[in-house]
């Protein structure tokens, strides 16, 4: 329903709520993984977040612990069925898939909606045919040849084509110059019929897909100076769980002995005494994080050393 009965506009809440299992980032999804848990903001919310919270508890099952405000999108072509404007407020949340009981067949891995984002394995097999010659193909039917040099080099720059490194933080910027090449639907209903040419990747309803994209890049950028992975840990854990779970989030791999000597100088995680019981060989030491760092990492920022090895 709208904010007020006068006035044409409808505020809508959007949660991407991410947890990290079995070395998966996965998203909480409804209606079958088309879409994100959403619903309007109504008169008797308290607040953006307490009505957040109510849908996704309501359509999940799941409760929400932290959450930050992710972004608003406001673009003027968002406007429903009978005409009013739509205002989707996004929030990016953190938890444990296993927490409150939740809906199992809600989880999702995000890699399902962008599998070109994933490179812990390398380059994906489909990635030159499917993503980089069609993106260099297109950039170079602009008419002007300015424009058409605008192109390469926006290509060039998202996908670390040319000379460029891979930046794992464009998530958005990645998604979005497939969609302007018509590589990609942004709506699920634009698959029928299904076009062979369109990049891997299930779609979404609606901008959920490109909501989702900025809350990947939005959570990939925080892991590089806030210890936020800690949110999606169990109270205790390996180091490899640690690394697995951050190399799950970038979609790259971190170098192991550069990442276990700087959790070490950061001292943001200390030794539980006890060790894993359910290993194969010899067994893995517990940790927990340490939570008296947490201010002044803050500030200081925490920046695990993501690489191609």
């Known amino acids: 329903m709208p904010i007020d009965d006068g006035n044409p506009i409808i ?3 959007i949660a991407v709520l991410v947890a990290v299992t079995a070395d998966r980032p996965r998203v909480m999804t409804v209606q079958a993984g088309n879409a994100l848990p959403s619903g309007p903001f109504e008169a008797g919310h308290r607040s953006l977040q307490s009505g ?15 959450i930050e405000q992710l972004y608003t999108f406001a673009d003027s072509d968002r406007t429903s069925e009978d005409a009013h404007r739509i205002i989707s407020i996004s929030y990016l949340g953190l938890t444990r898939e296993d927490q409150d009981g939740a809906v199992a067949n809600g989880w999702r891995d995000w890699y399902d909606y962008f599998p070109w984002e994933d490179h812990r394995a390398g ?25 058409r040099d605008v192109r390469s080099q926006r290509v060039n720059f998202a996908f670390g084509l040319n000379g460029f490194g891979w930046n794992d933080e464009l998530v958005l910027q990645r998604y979005e110059l497939l969609y302007e090449a018509g590589l990609v639907p942004r709506a ?16 979404m309803a609606a901008d959920h897909r490109r909501i ?3 809350g990947i890049a939005r959570l990939r950028a925080k892991i590089k100076y806030r210890p936020v992975v800690f949110e999606l840990l169990p109270p205790t854990f390996t180091l490899l769980r640690l690394q697995r779970s951050v190399e799950a989030l970038a979609g790259r791999l971190v170098h192991k002995q550069n990442f ?7 001292e ?14 010899r067994p893995a030491k517990l940790f927990r994080f340490r939570h008296a760092v947490l201010a002044e990492r803050v500030v200081a920022g925490t920046k695990l050393p993501l690489s191609r090895a």
Do not use: C, M
């Open 260 to 266: 276990r000597r700087l959790i070490e100088q950061q």
């Open 11 to 13: 505020a809508d809440l």
């Open 212 to 214: 989702l994209a900025t």
């Open 123 to 147: 380059l994906p097999p489909f990635f030159n045919e499917r993503i980089a010659n069609p993106l260099q193909a297109w950039a170079q039917t602009a008419e002007l040849s300015t424009l």
């Open 268 to 281: 943001l995680v200390e030794e539980t005494g006890a060790v894993t019981a359910d290993t194969i060989g």
């Open 188 to 203: 699920a209903l634009a698959l029928a019929p299904h076009s062979t040419a369109l990049v891997p990747g299930k779609p």
């Open 52 to 66: 957040l919270r109510a849908w996704v508890e309501r359509q999940t099952g799941h409760g929400l612990g932290y």
